[in-house]
């Protein structure tokens, strides 16, 4: 054989082998999973501060991972059938953007890693044991808990004293009936009731405001992306109905909440890109402490606050870590 045909051989194995090579390197990058309520064709602030997370910790989307996606759209009952997607695609991990979404990981997969990246109540729905030791393949990060519901409630009559009844804007499912739960306590401690009025889609806020208008003095809401989603069209029905509003969404305050206490859910979402990191080099969720909010923010609208005739407490005012004018 020449010299010349030799190399040339050689030169085609190469060619052959580049995409085996490639195709091999490929297969060796992790796959995460990601549960999202919401629409491929919109900007979901969690998967951005995810995605942010990660690229903080020197992943690079497509060279160290691949994010399988899966969406929801606007209806939780898929997550159980995408859940199960997942798990059949064999991913090396599963990031939950939801609560309801952690609770159909539960159900698909003991064995897959699974990251809380949004969630609350977890231990109430059964998702770990506990917040110290949940045990298992899940952990991650929490945002609500049963003080935080209450201090909303307490909040809300600070602002307003003689409120008697406040309404309460909920979805159906037992996390609603949670949230409920530990506001209508906290009402009851303050000689106050709840107004509970559900909702399932937009078209229902009006008339949902137009029952609340008629007997309760304040208004909020329950937790999810459902109000997150809808803050400005709530936001200006509370102030058409002249009630005094808070909402845990963020962003709320902004869109014309009188109100907005709570943790930035989204920054939950930045931190679980560690739980991520640290499981894909070894660990295991059981040994790793689901972590709580380490800050609660309180935002006042005082251009709401004087569209409603209100004069907010200085108490109030001195401890909010952002007034809007």
């Known amino acids: 054989m ?4 030799g190399r040339s051989l050689v030169l085609a194995l190469a060619l052959l082998a580049a995409p085996l090579v490639v195709a091999a390197q490929q297969a060796m990058v992790p796959k995460i999973g990601v549960l999202i309520f919401g629409f491929a064709n919109n900007p979901n602030p969690c998967l951005e501060r995810l995605r942010l997370g990660l690229s903080e910790l020197g992943y690079v989307e497509g060279r160290t991972h691949v ?3 899966r969406w929801a759209e606007d209806r939780t009952d898929l997550f159980p059938s995408l859940a199960a997607d997942l798990v059949r695609l064999k991913v090396d991990l599963i990031v939950s953007a939801n609560a309801l979404a952690a609770v159909a990981v539960k159900e698909a997969t003991t064995s897959i890693p699974v990251v809380l990246a949004s969630s609350f109540y977890p231990v109430e729905l059964g998702v770990i044991a506990s917040l110290a030791r949940p045990g298992g393949n899940i952990t ?10 209450a201090k909303r409630v307490q909040l809300l009559k600070d602002v307003v004293p003689g409120a008697s009844r406040i309404a309460v804007l909920r979805l159906p499912g037992h996390i609603h009936d949670l949230v409920v739960r530990d506001m209508a306590a906290a009402a009851n401690q303050l000689g106050a009731q709840l107004q509970v009025i559900e909702v399932r889609r937009v078209e229902d ?5 137009d029952a609340a208008g008629r007997s309760a003095q304040a208004v909020m809401s329950t937790q999810g992306p459902f109000f997150y989603s809808n803050r400005v069209q709530i936001a200006k029905l509370a102030l058409k109905h ?10 709320a305050a902004e869109a014309g909440a009188l109100l907005f206490y709570g943790p930035n859910v989204f920054e939950g979402c930045q931190r679980a890109a560690k739980y991520v990191d640290r499981i894909l080099k070894g660990a295991k969720p059981a040994d790793l402490p689901v972590e709580q909010p380490t800050k609660i923010e309180l935002e006042i609208n005082l251009k709401t606050a004087k569209a409603l ?8 005012l001195g401890r909010a870590d952002k007034v809007i004018q």
């Open 309 to 316: 005739g209100l004069t907010m407490p200085q108490s109030l």
């Open 242 to 251: 002249r009630l005094p509003s808070l909402s845990g969404e963020p962003a």
């Open 205 to 209: 806020l009006p008339a949902a405001f």
């Open 67 to 69: 994010l399988e996606l």
């Open 140 to 149: 991650g990060v929490t945002h609500f808990t049963p003080e935080l519901m």
């Open 2 to 5: 020449k010299l010349g045909s």
